[in-house]
């Protein structure tokens, strides 16, 4: 159905993806899978039209689609997931997918009510098919930005059925979402490719689930070779052993934490605490309040009741900018590089607040994550996912901070890249850190953490360390999937 | 051989050289308005009038120092007088932030009120610019006319067209590129202008970086001012000062901010030059042009005019409508404007 002959795409001196041919044939469920940094992304915005290829052919059915853009590969039936308009409703998102809609002419709509309306009301029922075909019954008249990540996939997924295509590339669907969510989005996949005849290819991380889907699966190979770790010791030089004694009270604690962004409270009695050289993970299921949890203690969340203390010290009405002075790193979840800006300029970023030399901390990550060096005059938007995140971790270090806060890491990055950035994050907990992190790879996480929160529906349910959280039962079976 | 001689030079007399000159003013104005909008993410409708404000200023210090005696011949006197320019509109962006567009910062508005706002301050800061100075005509150039006559060309050249380059079109594009140059020095090399980038591109990541939102925008303001002050003083020398023509003058600034990519400073800078010659590329007529190429017998009967010289702000029009049409993230992929 879509044949790609000798694909090149260069940024700069970069190649993205290198010359790659493939087919996919109609009625498929094709897997992408690959390495980060392979192109893969970069391949299906080629496929997609996003960026017209430096060389090479895309056929639809033996029409040549090479560099069309997206809104005319639209029109042929082939879509790209995109995100939601977070200001539209669930029912609005899907309603204003299908494109020619009679309304959209002021002449029509003022005069041809009937048509229009009769047209509207076909569009509404197939939106009510959609969102019941997906089970977003219940948040139908919710905003879109108000929704948890895996409603948002499903709506992704939505507005693709809206248009009626031919074939759909899904970019990473299942990134952040849990087991229980994952199954339904991979059982919706199945169900619209044998009831409705949908092709589907995909990029996924998630080995269970593209076994489980995707008949062929293509394994695309890094577009460059790949970059050989150094061997040795790892630790961050000027890496303190920790000689201080356990002290009574945690370095950082989120006591009794109750609040939310406007009326309703997300996280009630909520207690977090993290310890100088300890990793602590807050898991549990989607829409428990576990970034909230950790925005509240970073103070981006209004406190109702409970307080926050950093070594002792009362922090609870400080801003979130008094606390990054204060020792405080955080690496939000999204948008957490600069895109525009070269990786050096983006960790120069990170430094803003020390005055006077940053070569040291700038050599520290660099050590820490030696490709970030190799590419540091490169702009952070052109960079692979994986790579990307570690330039998120290194711009929160170079303040040299005392605690550093993760939200999901990991989301949205192959098993290969997770792991290591995993190791990285032991690196730096060995250096003395205080590391708090909210994951969605909930079972990963504990193995690495020292200690770890499970919230649901914003209050602790389980808080035990890592080793004793995966050894329990009953946590194993509601939230690691058995 | 001296057709085509005579041809491109009849070109660059009338079209090149004053679209040069014209993209320069504009791309200091356009610079402005893409600076502030990359950081107060609005579009400053005031922007204009700012260079009217500043240039009357110049104007005025102009008077005084030509009524002391005081000159740098053969260069015009409102180039010493440009501080002064530069001082004012400073204080009345810093003013109107204070008074207007602080509060709406502070709620969190969206961009259009504060945009609405911003036509406000436009049509206060037009009432003050006429209160003070009138709403006529007035003559901001002194010192020598030119830097290559028409006459003298001809004479070196031997050719039938003359090529006339004012002084007060060299000296824009000199400054212009000064000018644009310092700021691109400023913000890619300097603490402050990487703050300022990095605020444009994520204001929460850099607030988290410990970015000063207040000193970003304080800046925003002074570099806003001082290009709207220079734009305004280029072409006040050039052609002459009149406060309705930099009302005018809005719109190809903003279809040039926006052609680039708004908030993207190359995105401006080449946008105007693009606005700037189509407006005299379309508005030339080419008769006589054609005439020196086509054999006499296909001699053109019309002006081979595509648009009267009226038509001139119809041109960023169509651009800007152009631009919005098919490509509203402009040429560099700037914000879409909202």
């Given amino acids: 159905m879509i044949r790609v002959e000798n694909l ?165 669907v299942g990134a952040g979402v849990n087991r229980t969510l994952l199954r339904s989005i991979g059982d919706a996949i199945l169900r619209l490719n044998r009831e409705r005849g949908y092709t589907f290819c995909m990029i996924e991380h998630d080995i269970d689930f593209i076994s489980r889907l995707c008949q062929p699966v293509i ?20 890496a303190r052993p920790q000689t201080r004694r356990r002290p009574i009270m945690s370095f950082l604690i989120g006591d009794g934490m109750t609040g939310g962004y406007g009326d ?52 609870t009405r400080l801003s979130p900018q008094e606390r990054v002075r204060k020792g405080m790193g955080f690496v939000p979840q ?44 490169q702009i952070a938007g052109e960079l692979s996912g994986g790579q990307r995140q570690q330039v998120a971790i290194g711009r929160a270090l170079m303040t040299e901070p005392r605690v550093l806060m993760l939200d999901e890491p990991t989301a949205g990055v192959s098993p290969v890249v997770m792991d290591d950035l995993f190791d990285r994050i032991l690196e730096i907990r060995a250096t003395g850190i205080a590391i708090l992190m909210v994951e969605q790879n909930a079972a990963q996480a504990l193995s690495i953490a020292d200690r770890g929160y499970v919230l649901v529906t914003g209050e602790n349910r389980h808080t035990d360390t890592g080793a004793a959280l995966l050894a329990d039962p009953e946590v194993r079976r509601s939230f690691l999937g058995g | 051989m001296t057709d085509v001689a005579n041809a491109i030079v009849l070109l660059l007399n009338f079209v090149i050289v004053p679209g040069v000159a014209y993209g320069s ?16 993410r609005f579009a400053n409708f005031a922007h204009g009038d700012v260079m009217a404000f500043g240039t009357m200023v110049v104007l005025l210090t102009t008077w005084w ?53 911003s036509i406000g301050v436009m049509f206060a800061l037009q009432g003050i610019v006429r209160l003070i100075i009138g709403p006529n005509d007035q003559r901001l150039a002194d010192g020598a006319r030119f830097i290559i006559k028409a006459s003298e060309f001809k004479a070196a050249t031997g050719l039938k067209e003359g090529l006339a380059i004012k002084l007060s079109q060299g000296l824009t594009v000199a400054v212009t590129a000064i000018a644009v140059a310092a700021l691109f020095l400023f913000l890619q090399r300097s603490r402050a202008g990487k703050a300022m980038r990095a605020y444009s591109d994520n204001e929460d990541l850099a607030l988290l970086s410990g970015v000063n939102p207040d000193r970003v925008v304080l800046y925003a303001w002074l570099i806003a001012a001082t290009l709207a002050a220079v734009a305004g003083t280029m072409y006040g020398i050039d052609k002459s000062f009149k406060p309705f023509t930099y009302f005018q003058l809005l719109l190809p600034t903003f279809s040039s901010a926006i052609l680039g990519g708004i908030g993207h400073p190359v995105g401006a800078v080449v946008g ?34 595509l648009l009267s010289t009226d038509y001139k702000l119809a041109i960023s029009f169509v651009i800007l409508v152009v631009v919005l049409l098919v490509r509203p993230t402009g040429i560099f992929r700037g914000r879409v404007l909202s």
């Fill in chain 2, 272 to 305: 105007a030059f693009i606005v700037a010659l189509s407006e005299t590329g379309v508005t030339y007529a080419y008769k006589k042009f054609l005439r020196y190429l086509l054999p006499e017998s296909w001699e053109p009967g019309g002006l081979v005019q």
């Fill in chain 1, 8 to 172: 090149h795409l260069h940024f700069g001196g970069i190649r993205a993806v290198d010359g790659v041919s493939l087919e996919i044939e109609q009625g498929s469920i094709t897997g992408l899978i690959g390495p980060n940094g392979a192109g893969k992304t970069t391949l299906f915005n080629v496929i997609a039209g996003v960026y017209p290829p430096s060389e090479g052919r895309v056929f639809l059915q033996d029409e040549d689609i090479t560099g069309l853009g997206p809104h005319q590969l639209f029109h042929r039936g082939v879509l790209r997931t995109a995100h939601e308009f977070s200001s539209l409703t669930v029912a609005e998102n899907l309603t204003t997918v299908p494109a020619g809609q009679a309304g959209e002419e002021l002449l029509n709509a003022w005069f041809r009510r009937g048509r229009v309306r009769a047209q509207e009301a076909e569009i509404r029922a197939r939106a009510a098919d959609v969102i019941h075909f997906l089970g977003l019954d219940e948040v139908a008249g919710e905003r879109a930005g108000a929704l948890s990540g895996g409603q948002k996939k499903l709506l992704e997924l939505g507005r693709t059925m809206m248009a009626e295509p031919r074939i759909v590339f899904l970019d990473e």
């Fill in chain 1, 219 to 238: 394994v695309m190979a890094l577009a460059r070779r790949g970059q050989v770790r150094p061997a040795g010791d790892r630790l961050l030089p000027g």
């Fill in chain 2, 25 to 40: 003013q504009l791309a200091l104005g356009a610079l402005g308005v893409t600076l502030v909008f990359g950081i107060l």
């Fill in chain 1, 334 to 377: 999204e948008r957490n590089v600069f895109t525009t800006m070269s990786v050096q300029e983006n960790l120069e970023m990170g430094a803003y607040i020390r005055a006077g030399d940053i070569a040291d901390p700038m050599a520290r990550v660099f050590d820490l994550f030696p490709i970030l060096k190799e590419r540091r005059r």
């Fill in chain 1, 264 to 315: 309703a409270d997300i996280i009630r009695n909520c207690t977090i605490e993290a310890e100088q050289g300890e990793i602590a993970v807050i898991v549990g299921p989607n829409g428990a309040g576990k970034s909230t949890a950790m925005k509240a203690v970073f103070g981006m969340v209004m406190l109702r009741a409970g307080a926050v203390l950093l070594d002792g010290e009362d922090i």
């Fill in chain 2, 65 to 117: 120092f030509q009524g002391m005696g005081v000159g740098i011949a053969p260069l015009p006197t409102a180039l010493i007088a440009l501080p002064f320019g530069i001082a004012a509109a400073a204080a009345f962006n810093l003013t109107a932030d204070r008074l207007v567009f602080r509060f709406y910062r502070r709620r969190k508005s969206p961009p259009v009120i504060l945009l609405i706002a």
